[in-house]
């Protein structure tokens, strides 16, 4: 085996070892990690064609991965204007404005990002915006991706002036009293009716869009995502970044599985397993339970204080059940969204009767897990399920008093049961962290402060909401490494530093044990390691 690359005079910070390993430099041949030892004798084993970095103390961390994001779909999500920093209504309006004067005649506007708690205590709808927006068709997509607010001409395009059916159970186009639509649509049936009259962009821009994006993220310190859909033609716009030698991230892809899929369409799911290239791969299914509890499509045991959220995704959730047992049968993992006490409660519930049918070591998890009652903490770990959280929600959008939109909703004791990634962990399950991007920031980093400090980003100075659950420094580094390797039933080749490991691998100017939770995410990442490839460089190596 011919060394390609030789990483010297570094700090090795392994997270199931728990600290520093006691080596300095490590060897790279076809991707895995061939040598462990000190500069000198790691140092012989470079030839010519080796590339050797002098890290100068700097840390090496296994590749940090996303546990939950949208690589394609998000690339094509945040073109437009971006109103993640607005927080109120006179920004978003101010935003809008500026926007409008910038377009052609006729040009569709499009946003991204939208916080519902611009709108306080107020209905979340399209008539603040109506003077700004007149004539305008535009698109505004708020943060939880599951809802948009279309403007009037947007709706006009459309077609779309009454109340709808849809096969998913909690999609929606809001109306008023008086049957007229409000511009609120939920989720993605509901959008899809405005959407697919908007102009769309051509495949080449939305490659160049796919590959700016993972450059981007590769930059920031990862090495790998779990995507959690495989809609479109994403497949093919992976598969074909690939094949160039331009994807810089290891993807997971698990395509989504909705209501009405049938016996031949879940087969056809388990025939897709397996199948990729040499940096993606087909691995799982995503199944939606439910949808948000901003915009009241989650499934609650309780409705929340608005009469909402008392629906699952499936109209019949005993559908889901069934397409749960046959796919553990087949022996293909699951990953379910479930954000409400009971879609949570009732995934669960479907995991234990397929394991009693069929006793099949299958890794399922469930993604999100906003909100859950004590008597479910401890089935995860029983039940052997992975606890997929995204503790950067917790800090941007809602607040420790409570007064956001997602706590109002949900009313006490519910909103003071936020996020329980410290219970989760501490009752014994395997707890993944991710972004969900586009709904929150990518960087790895940010996410890993997110699950220490639980503050808003844009301002650490205000309160934590649900202190308790924080996480320690190493569980955090865990969370987007080794359990992020374990979730992927690849503990024995990623996640760690050690011989015959993947060279999937991060180089931080300082250690993300020691740093405080509220500096992390500015840590300098000096370099990004993809199977033995550096896919990010700064000047200074």
Known sequence: MRTSLVLLSARLLDPVAGGFLPETALAVSDGRITALGDDRSVRALAGP????????????????????????????????????????????RAALAAAVRDLSPGAWLHGWGLDPNVFGEGPVGITPFDAVLDGVPALLRLFDAHSLLASRRALELAGVDGPR???????????????????????????????????????????????????????????????????????????????????????????????????????????????????????????????????????????????ESRDAFWPDPEEYSRVVGALHRAGVPTATHAIGDAAVRHALDAVERAQADVAAAVRHRIEHIETVPDDTLRRFAALGVVASMQPTHCCDFTRADHTDNWSRRLGEPRASRAWRCRDLLDSGATVVLGSDWPIAPYPPLGVMAGARHRRPTRDLTRAPHGPEQALTALEALRGVTASAAHAAGEEREAGRIALGHRADLTVLAADPLTVPATELADVQVLATVLAGDLTHRTATL
Not at 53 to 82: E, F, Q, Y
Not at 221 to 239: K, Q
């Open 49 to 92: 064609s080796a590339t050797v970095l002098d890290l100068k103390g700097a840390v090496v961390t296994p590749g940090l991965v996303d546990g939950h994001i949208h690589p394609a779909s998000g690339a094509d999500m945040t073109h437009g204007l971006d109103l993640s920093g607005c927080t109120d209504v006179p920004q978003v």
């Open 165 to 307: 059916s849809f096969d998913q159970a909690t999609a929606e186009v809001v109306c008023d009293a008086a049957g007229r639509p409000t511009g609120l649509l939920l989720e993605e049936a509901a959008g899809e009716l405005v959407e697919r009259v908007a102009p769309q962009p051509t495949r080449a821009e939305r490659l160049e869009r796919l590959a700016a994006t993972l450059d981007a993220m590769a930059a920031a310190g990862l090495t790998g995502g779990h995507v959690m859909d495989a809609g479109g033609d994403s497949v093919e716009l992976y598969r074909e970044l690939d094949e160039a030698g331009r994807l810089p991230l290891r993807l997971r892809v698990a395509p989504w599985c909705q209501p009405g899929t049938g016996a031949e369409g879940v087969r056809a799911l388990v025939e897709r397993q397996g199948t990729g290239g040499r940096l993606w791969r087909i691995a799982g299914v995503k199944i939606f339970m439910d949808g948000t509890i901003d915009n009241g499509t989650a499934w609650l045991e309780q409705p929340d204080c608005h009469g």
